[in-house]
Structure formats: structure tokens, C-alpha cells
């Protein structure tokens, strides 16, 4: 059974950084297509971040060169690098995985069909 337990979340001042952290059993990263995703409070969760199986790495606009997404394979981790923080990233954040591609990803909720539970950020003014 896949399970994905993120952790690293927290609460920080802006211009800080936090690393979130998305550890997986149940199938390997190296594989799949890898998310993260965040959902303010009455807002639709948000693509953040993802990577394909060749290192491929896309942002959002929102986040840009702020946000570092990587893997590490030989433990079955995705990280989210977080840094420069402002108030706006505040949110639950969420790691996805699409075990239906290894490439060519996408940055839709919809196509992720694994999810982890969140991890909370918060960042202060």
C-alpha cells in the first residue's frame, strides 16, 4: 500500500526558510511523477512544485526560484526547499504522487492519485 508522510512544516518569520519533507513506502519515487501542492484556508488547492523521473523540475509562478523540489531516491524522499518565505505561502502543504506517469507531469490535483496528509506552514509578517 502507497503511503506518503510529509513533515518539516512549521511556523517561521518571513524572508525564513523551512524544508518539507515527503518520505514514501509502498513504491519508489524514482518512477513516478512528484508533487507538492498547498492549500490556504477558503482558497482551492494550488500546484506548487513538481519533478519527473529524468530530474525535471517545474514552479508555479507564485513561488519561482524561492522553492527547491528534489528527491532523494535511495531514501524514498521528496523535499521541498523552501526559502524567502512571505506571508502568502502560508498554508497546508501537501506532497501528491502520479504513479500513472514518469514524465511529462502534470500540475493538476485531479492526475495525482496519491496523496500524504500535510504539513502546516505558516509564515509571519
Known amino acids: 500500500q502507497v503511503q506518503l508522510v510529509e513533515s518539516g512544516g512549521g511556523s517561521v518569520q518571513a524572508g525564513g526558510s523551512l524544508r518539507l519533507s515527503c518520505d514514501a513506502s509502498g513504491y519508489t519515487y524514482s518512477r513516478t511523477c512528484m508533487g507538492w501542492f498547498r492549500q490556504a484556508p477558503g482558497k482551492e488547492r494550488e500546484w506548487v512544485a513538481r519533478?519527473?523521473?529524468?530530474?525535471?523540475?517545474i514552479y508555479s509562478y507564485s513561488v519561482g526560484d524561492r522553492f527547491t523540489i528534489s528527491t532523494e531516491n535511495a531514501k524514498n524522499t521528496l523535499y521541498l526547499q523552501m526559502n524567502r518565505l512571505k506571508p502568502e505561502d502560508t498554508a497546508m502543504y501537501y506532497c501528491a504522487a502520479d504513479s500513472t506517469r514518469y514524465d511529462f507531469c502534470s500540475d493538476r490535483s485531479q492526475d495525482y492519485n496519491y496523496w500524504g496528509q500535510g504539513t502546516q506552514v505558516t509564515v509571519s509578517s
Open positions: 519533478i519527473d523521473t529524468h530530474g525535471t523540475t
